[in-house]
C-alpha cells in the first residue's frame, strides 16, 4: 500500500449505524458510534452482519441504503427493507439516537435473506423476526415499513427526533511529501469532507519537527498552510477540521527533508574541488593545470610576470583550502 496516499473516512447513515461490519480491499473493521468506516481512495465497501451481506458500493464520504441498492427512490422495496432490517436491529429499540446493533447479531444472523420482496413480506419471515429478537434479546416486532421510511427521511433531511442529526466531518493531511532543505512546503487539506455538508473550518499544527528546527506555520487555519524546512529530517503535521459542533480525529502528514547540497533548484553539479587532502600539496592535477605557454615570448599586455609550473611554493592545497602565492 502506497504511504503516500490517505486514509479516507467515510460514514453509513440510516441514523448513524455502529456495529456495521465492512470490508474494503486494504480496509476492514466494525462502524464506530458515527457509523464511521475507512477506506483509500477509489476503493469499493461491502457491509454485512454476518451471514446477511449487502451489496458492495463505492466508498464515499457517506453511504445510505440507497447507495448499495443504486436508486435513488427511498421507497423501493429493497431499500425499505434494508431499513426495516437496521432500524429493528437497534439496541434500545430507538432509532432517533443512532442504531447501534448488538455484537451478538453477526453470530446470529440467518443465510438467504431477500431484500427485494414486498415489505409485508419481508415482515412476516419467521426467520427473520427470531433473529431479530435473539439478537436484542426481547421479543421485538419488525419496524413498519411506512415508520422506517419516515425516519430515513427525517435523517436525510431534516434531523432526527429533536436535534439535527451531525456527523463529525474526515480530515485529511494531504499525501507524504519529499522535499529538500530550505524549501518551501504547500500542506494540502482539500480533500477533507463533511458529510452533511456543513462549512468546515481548519486547524494545522507539527505534531514533531526535527531537533534545531524552529520552523512555523503560516495559514495554520486555512485549507492550505505552508512552512519552510530549515533542519533536515521528518516534519509531522497535524490537522484537524471541525463543522463547527464536532471536530475530526486528527489526520497526519509527513514531509521528508533530505539535507541540502547547496545547490540551486534547477542546477546540476558539473565540477567542484573540495581540496579534502592531507598536508601540503600541489593541487589535484586531474581538475587543475598551469598555463605558462607565454613565459618565454612574453604575456599580453607586457606583463613581465613569470608563471611557474607545479611549484608547491606558489599553489599549494593546505587545510581545506587553495593558496596562490605570487
Do not use: C
Amino acid at each position: 500500500m502506497d504511504q503516500g496516499v490517505p486514509t479516507l473516512r467515510g460514514a453509513f447513515l440510516d441514523s448513524p449505524v455502529q456495529g456495521l461490519h465492512y470490508d474494503t480491499a486494504t480496509q476492514h473493521g466494525d462502524t464506530d458510534g458515527s457509523g464511521r468506516f475507512q477506506y483509500m481512495p477509489g476503493e469499493s465497501v461491502a457491509f454485512s452482519i454476518g451471514n446477511i451481506k449487502l451489496a458492495a458500493t463505492t466508498a464515499k464520504s457517506l453511504i445510505t441504503p440507497l447507495d448499495i441498492v443504486g436508486t435513488a427512490n427511498a421507497t423501493d422495496q429493497r431499500v425499505t427493507n434494508m431499513l426495516i432490517l437496521l432500524q429493528s436491529l437497534d439496541t434500545d429499540g430507538n432509532a432517533n439516537n443512532g442504531i447501534s446493533i448488538p455484537a451478538i447479531a453477526s453470530a446470529l444472523a440467518p443465510t438467504g435473506i431477500n431484500f427485494d420482496v414486498a415489505p409485508a413480506t419481508f415482515r412476516a419471515n419467521a426467520t427473520l423476526t427470531n433473529f431479530v429478537s435473539g439478537a436484542v434479546g426481547v421479543s421485538r416486532a419488525l419496524v413498519t415499513d411506512v415508520d422506517a421510511r419516515l425516519h430515513f427521511q427525517n435523517a436525510l433531511n431534516t434531523g432526527v427526533g429533536n436535534g439535527k442529526l451531525n456527523i463529525a466531518p474526515v480530515a485529511s493531511a494531504g499525501a507524504a511529501q519529499s522535499v529538500g532543505q530550505g524549501t518551501s512546503v504547500s500542506l494540502d487539506s482539500s480533500a477533507s469532507s463533511d458529510a452533511n455538508g456543513d462549512t468546515l473550518t481548519f486547524q494545522w499544527n507539527f505534531v514533531n519537527k526535527p531537533t534545531g528546527s524552529s520552523a512555523s506555520l503560516t495559514g495554520a487555519n486555512t485549507v492550505s498552510a505552508n512552512f519552510m524546512t530549515d533542519v533536515a529530517g521528518d516534519y509531522l503535521v497535524g490537522l484537524v477540521v471541525s463543522d463547527g459542533v464536532l471536530t475530526s480525529p486528527v489526520s497526519v502528514t509527513k514531509v521528508s527533508v533530505a539535507a541540502s547540497t547547496g545547490i540551486p533548484s534547477g542546477y546540476a553539479l558539473v565540477w567542484s574541488d573540495e581540496f579534502n587532502t592531507s598536508g601540503t600539496q600541489l593541487p589535484a592535477a586531474s581538475k587543475w593545470a598551469y598555463d605558462i605557454s607565454r613565459n618565454s615570448v612574453g604575456w599580453y599586455n607586457n606583463e613581465l610576470q613569470y608563471y611557474s609550473n607545479g611549484r608547491i611554493q606558489n599553489s599549494a592545497v593546505q587545510n581545506g583550502s587553495l593558496i596562490i602565492t605570487a
